[in-house]
């Protein structure tokens, strides 16, 4: 139950919305965004399945290069 609420919610992420012209109801990026926030973080039991997701979006949008770290801020070096 707790992986079919998280991937009903989840499958939201990132939002990318942009409103239509004129739109009456006034509903921001920010909004959304915010409020899948409070979702994501309305149950502990999300933690785990969230992690190695939002790590492997953000892999893919920052690139390999964005990922590595300089040699001199690597541990043990």
Not at 9 to 35: H, M, Q, W
Not at 38 to 61: D, N, R
Request: aromatic residues 12%.
């Amino acid at each position: 139950m707790i992986q079919d609420l998280f991937d009903v919610t989840f499958c939201y992420f990132p939002i990318s919305f942009r409103p239509p012209p004129n739109d009456p109801y006034g509903i921001t990026a920010e909004d959304l965004k915010v409020a899948l926030r409070g979702c994501m973080s309305a149950s502990p039991y999300f933690a785990k399945l969230a992690l190695p997701l939002f790590l492997e979006k953000f892999t893919t949008a920052a690139g390999p290069s964005m990922v590595r770290l300089p040699k001199a801020q690597r541990v043990g070096s």
